[in-house]
């Protein structure tokens, strides 16, 4: 694996000046998974504030081939290109000692939700990708809407936290569960905050024959009512109390990269953000053990699982 | 399965002509999804990959919206690509129809036309791809089975064009034509290869050595600026269609224009009408010219870009039209065909009659009596310069 160092002196394949908010956890993302392919790289990716963020014409972030068609299909048009490409390798267009990785980028709206059909039917098909979702648990772009990955108790746009419903009532979808169900080669989650597990994570994503899946945490001052310049603590405390837990599965066996030696009480990482502020007031307080409950059973889970294959 | 040795002459259905004539283009990648009454097309060319007949990359998608989708990477990354659709289908792709136009991808999509649910019915009409008609594809209409084998080979031709480099549209009636075995003449395959060339993209993706950024997001300084070079592009590509076509006559013995004029020189009486419902349509033209009576028919091919000067022109000494719409906007001032050809016609000095009339929908009978009945209510408005009703449904219920 790269070091920092290496990683440091690389061609920046996604340049600054971009439009994506100050504390925008989706930036280091990008980059950190970019300069993990050690190869030339070819990339979708979703509507979203990623895609608008960093191509209002006539500027482009992106120093690789890269195009958006929509919201709910970057799965399929990678699924495209990638075809594409075998096409051409097969009818000697390209040739065959160049190797190019294919990415597709889209949120949690574009990849629990909207685009969960797409992406099944492209991890079932077996395209030699890497889909990487940067969850930040809303539809940000569009002002801050619920999704199916939105935490549990969150206030959004469209869960608010009013007089008689307190934020989001359901469960946060658990969609790296879902991909793991295609016997995909390789699936994790991650966290910018750690960029070394993150970009081994990348690295491994990239070699595999075959699909493969990054869920990765990704902070949103906007919408988490955060303070910008805590964006990478939120990360880490959202690991630290095992609510984002950084594992892998590869070949179908589970392994957990990071065990808090003591975990956080989930409160640690509400009280960071606005979203959650209602939660904490004492009468809120059984919706409060309700949400540590299932972070408790989620991650005993979790560790039950450890080794084995799943 | 086993690939049929066609040769010359042979007895074929729609949907067989066309996936023949798509392994004969065996294009780099292919994205498609079932739907009745193209799943022939779909599965036919399975097999043709299967057996490798071809040697084309086929994505079973997982529906018609990441056909289109795929379509697009792949057009993008530099391939030459098609698909295949109906009625559902090409509406599940509407969104990203729009998407392939605007960036200006050479896709070439058959759609065997089916009625559009509800309720649901698989049998012919056209709402499906009137309903894509603003889409910014290309779209050429198919009378027969030997139309449609022809139009795609020219589509890939129209798309392809420098001065076009827009998707193309082929349609063609479901079950009439689709599954219906008429005896066509088919290309050699080397003379296809050389008709369709090589296709180089100018700026596709997996040149990685200049990368490309495509579906950058426009705000309201340079959208209008990309909308109208793509309305250029789209008008400019008629000239294309007519000059792909003669090039096509001149090989291959069966020249296409814009439109055909059937019996329609001396023409008192017009009716305009597109794909199988003009092979009927002309049947009742000829009894009635053996009995004297002056009729005649406008069948456009293109009808994206509209050709509205030739159509003009082509009716300019008529005194009465009917417009026979296999589709109803509903509640809008007729049928599409009907208020465009109006629309088109309005440029004369001197312009005809033009009555609407709305057939065959989902599969409903269109006869030649019918034709015949709308004839003799044209010459009728011919010689009295009098309309009694201007739109109507031909209902043919006999039952
Ligand atoms: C078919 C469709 N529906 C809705 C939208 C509007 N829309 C654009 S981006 C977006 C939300 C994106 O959310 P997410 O995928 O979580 O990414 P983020 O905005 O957080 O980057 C929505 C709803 C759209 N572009 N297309």
Redesign the interface.
């Known amino acids: 694996m790269a070091t920092l160092k290496e990683l440091a002196k690389q061609d920046e394949l996604f340049s600054g000046g971009h439009r994506l908010c100050a504390g925008c956890g989706i930036p280091p993302i990008v980059r950190l998974v970019l300069r993990s392919a050690n190869a ?3 990339a ?1 990716t979703a509507t979203g504030c990623l ?2 963020g960093t ?6 972030a ?9 919201f ?2 970057a ?14 390798k ?2 000697g267009r ?1 040739p065959q000692d160049k190797n ?1 990785k294919f990415i597709a980028f889209g949120g949690d709206g574009g990849t629990y939700d909207i685009g969960l ?2 992406l ?3 991890l ?2 077996g395209h030699n990708f890497l889909y990487v979702c940067y969850d930040n648990g809303a539809y940000m772009n569009t002002g801050i809407q619920r999704s199916g990955a939105t935490p549990f108790g969150a206030a959004t746009t469209t869960s608010p936290a009013g007089d008689v419903i307190p934020g989001k009532q359901e469960l946060k979808k658990d969609l790296t569960r879902i991909v793991v169900a295609h016997n995909v080669p390789y699936a994790a989650q991650g966290s910018p905050h750690n960029w070394a597990d993150l970009s081994k994570k990348a690295e491994k994503a990239l070699k595999v024959n075959g699909p493969s899946f990054l869920n990765v945490i990704s902070p949103c001052p906007l919408g988490w009512y955060s303070k910008p310049e805590e964006s990478i603590e939120a990360a880490k405390i959202a690991v630290d109390t095992c609510y984002w837990a950084l594992y892998e599965v590869e070949n179908g066996v589970l392994k957990i990269n990071y065990k808090p030696k003591q975990k956080r009480p989930i409160s640690d990482w509400l009280k960071m953000q606005g979203r959650f502020k209602h939660l904490l007031k004492p009468e809120n307080k059984p919706l409060l053990d309700r949400m540590q409950q299932y972070i408790d059973t989620e991650w005993e889970r979790l560790l039950s699982l450890e080794g084995k294959i799943i | 399965m086993t690939t049929p040795a066609i040769k010359g002459q042979a007895g074929l259905t729609g949907n067989s002509a066309i996936a023949y004539g798509m392994k004969q283009i065996n294009p ?2 292919c ?1 498609a999804y079932p739907i009745t009454p193209s799943t022939g097309i779909v599965e036919e060319f399975s097999g043709y990959v299967a057996d490798g007949a071809v ?3 086929f ?5 018609e ?3 289109m ?11 030459r ?1 098609m698909t295949a659709t109906s009625s559902q289908g090409l509406a599940y792709m509407w ?2 129809l729009y ?1 392939a136009s605007g ?1 200006r991808l050479p896709i070439v999509l058959t759609d065997v036309n089916r009625a559009l649910s509800a309720p649901i019915n698989i049998h012919c009409d056209h709402s499906d791809s009137m309903g894509a008609r603003d889409a910014g594809w290309i779209q050429l209409y198919s009378e027969t089975v030997q139309e449609a084998y022809d139009n795609l080979l020219q589509a890939v031709r129209i798309a392809e064009h420098k001065d076009v480099m827009l998707p193309v549209m082929v349609c063609l009636d479901g079950f009439i034509t689709s599954h219906a075995i008429e005896n066509i003449t088919l290309i050699n395959d080397a003379d296809v290869k050389e008709f369709i060339g090589e296709y180089q993209a100018a700026h596709p ?4 050595d200049n ?9 309201p300084d ?1 959208y209008m600026e990309f909308k109208h070079q793509q309305s250029k592009a789209i008008a400019r590509s008629k000239d294309v269609v007519s000059e792909i076509g003669k090039e096509f006559g001149k090989k291959f013995g069966r020249e296409y224009g814009l439109m055909e004029k059937y019996k329609l020189d001396d023409a008192d009486a017009a009716i305009v009408i597109l794909n199988s419902a003009a092979g009927t349509t002309k049947v009742a033209v000829d009894e009635l010219r053996k009995a004297g009576k002056k009729v005649g028919i406008l069948k456009p091919r293109l009808f994206r870009p509209l050709p509205y000067r030739e159509i003009a022109d082509a009716l300019r000494n008529v005194k009465s039209v009917a417009v026979l719409d296999r589709v109803d906007s509903m509640n809008g001032f007729g049928g599409p065909l009907f208020n465009e050809t109006r629309s088109a016609l309005y440029e004369l000095e001197k312009r005809p009659k033009v009555i609407s009339r709305i057939f065959g929908l989902g599969g409903r009978d269109y006869k030649v009596k019918d034709a015949v009945q709308v004839f003799d209510e044209l010459l009728k408005i011919a010689d009295t310069g009098k309309v009694e009703s201007l739109t109507k449904y031909i209902m043919n219920k006999e039952s």
């Not at chain 1, 191509?55 to 482009?60: E, G, K, W």
């Not at chain 1, 992106?62 to 929509?70: D, K, L, M, N, Y």
């Not at chain 2, 990368?211 to 705000?219: C, K």
């Open positions: 030339p790289v070819v979708t895609e608008v191509t209002i014409y006539p500027y482009t992106w120093r690789i081939p890269w195009v958006h068609s929509a709910e299909n799965a399929a048009t990678i699924s495209g290109i990638e075809t594409a490409y075998r096409a051409f097969k009818r390209i190019i059909q797409a099944s039917g492209a079932e098909r | 780099d990648v994205a040697d084309t990359e994505i079973t998608v997982e529906s919206h990441s056909a989708s795929a379509c697009i990477g792949a057009s993008a990354a530099g391939a690509v969104e990203m998407i960036m993706l997996l040149d990685t990368p490309v950024t495509y579906g950058a997001m426009t705000l340079t």
